[in-house]
């Protein structure tokens, strides 16, 4: 296991700054995830850190190693860091076996051929694959060529390894899979692993850590759980997969509770405070649309985080049904579970009920605390997303 720590870390293209003096420091053994969309800044920090690129400025240690140091224009080459790296594409050799593949990084470290014929067996059998040694590549599904991947990456035994999207090639299933087969492995072989996604419930799933990324720079770090519910800006709430964001103003504050009025509404919904807040402060809530109890519209006691709505679209997903609803003029997203409803009494565009939104689970974020863009045309943007999305 290798302890891995950035200082400064910058990347400029030109004239365009891809990183912006980046500080992290991922722990001996820790599951770390950089997380964002496209453009971000995420697989430029990871291919910085694997040698695949020249960091313009800052510093990079590896354990006791220093890797990048450009005041002393020191840089070790991606071969010479004891790395291992699995790509999005796979990276195999066509022309070689599924062995050869996975023994090639023990034949350039010139590692003994008993040794290496040992190691090959043991990642094959780590990652299933143990019947596969002579078979060539290209006669493998995409879940098979991933598997050696794995194989290849971990046979060196290195104290670290590299994830590019890896999974984005596969179906859901396979995701899903191959996921908790990543995560086993860096468990059984105790690496350090770095992992790079844009899907944030692959992120929760396989992390101890995330680390958020917006525009080449950090904008939240913490554990799966803290990130999940509570982010501190509508960029992270937005990406964590919160589906209703909403700007308004801090009416109330009392035991770490806080009222929000909705801008252009007549809603006060109540959440829990990321930060400091007073009475006064612009601030976004943030809630999912699990978080919205559905109720006969006669049963709904007056108070924040309580409003009626009209039902205008409806997706039946079987085990659930996510609802567009309409309150005050201003588009929300309800999703309601069919679990304990009968078939006739699943919610039907037209149909007005009353929802509340549990406080313990909605998030307010003021906007002086935001780490991350957040201001009113972003969340119009999203707002519109809701509509069009559904």
Same mark, same amino acid.
């Given at each position: ?47 910085? @850190? +694997?040698?695949? *690129? ?6 990079? =240690?590896? /354990?006791?190693?220093?890797? #990048?140091?450009?005041? !002393? ?55 299933? @694959? +143990?019947?596969? *040694? ?6 493998? =599904?995409? /879940?098979?060529?991933?598997? #050696?991947?794995?194989? !290849? ?238």
């Amino acid at each position: 296991m290798t302890e891995v720590q950035v200082s400064g870390l910058t990347k400029r293209y030109g004239g365009k700054t891809a990183l912006h003096g980046l500080d992290l420091t991922i722990g001996s053994g820790e599951f770390v995830t950089l997380l964002g969309p496209s453009g971000c800044g995420k697989t430029t920090t990871l291919r910085c @850190l +694997a040698g695949l *690129e020249r960091p313009t400025g800052g510093r990079i =240690s590896m /354990g006791d190693r220093i890797v #990048v140091d450009t005041d !002393r224009r020191t840089f070790v080459p991606a071969d010479k860091r004891q790395v291992g790296m699995v790509f999005q594409s796979y990276a195999l050799w066509p022309h070689m076996s599924v062995a050869e593949n996975v023994a090639y990084p023990l034949k350039v470290a010139r590692v003994g051929a008993a040794e290496r014929r040992a190691r090959v067996a043991d990642m094959l059998s780590a990652v299933g @694959l +143990a019947d596969f *040694e002579k078979r060539p590549v290209t006669a493998l =599904s995409g /879940g098979q060529q991933q598997r #050696v991947a794995l194989a !290849r990456a971990l046979a060196a035994r290195p104290g670290i390894i590299f994830y590019d999207e890896p999974l984005s090639n596969l179906d859901s299933k396979l995701r899903y899979q191959m996921g908790q087969q990543v995560r086993a492995l860096h468990n059984q072989f105790e690496t350090t692993s770095v992992y790079v996604t844009h899907d944030q419930e692959e992120a929760i799933t396989l992390s101890d850590r995330i680390i958020v990324m917006s525009e080449g720079a950090i904008v939240q770090d913490g554990t799966p759980s803290e990130l999940y519910d509570r982010p501190n800006s509508a960029y992270v709430a937005d990406f964590m997969g919160f589906q209703n964001i909403l700007p308004g103003t801090i009416r109330a504050v009392r035991d770490g509770i806080a009222d929000v009025e909705v801008d252009g509404t007549s809603l006060v919904i109540a959440g829990v405070v990321t930060g400091e807040a007073a009475p006064g402060e612009r601030a976004d809530i943030a809630f999912r649309a699990a978080h919205a109890r559905l109720m006969p519209a006669a049963d709904l006691a007056p108070g924040a985080g309580r409003f009626t709505a009209a039902v205008e679209r409806t997706t039946y997903l079987g085990s659930a049904v996510n609802l567009l609803v309409r309150a005050d003029g201003l588009p929300l997203r309800v999703r309601v579970e069919t679990g304990e409803m009968a078939a006739d009494a699943v919610p039907r565009p037209g149909d007005g009920y009353g929802f509340a939104v549990n406080p313990a689970r909605a998030v307010v974020i003021p906007h002086r605390v935001a780490a991350a863009p957040a201001d009113d045309d972003y969340l119009t943007t999203m707002t519109d997303a809701i509509v069009a999305a559904h």
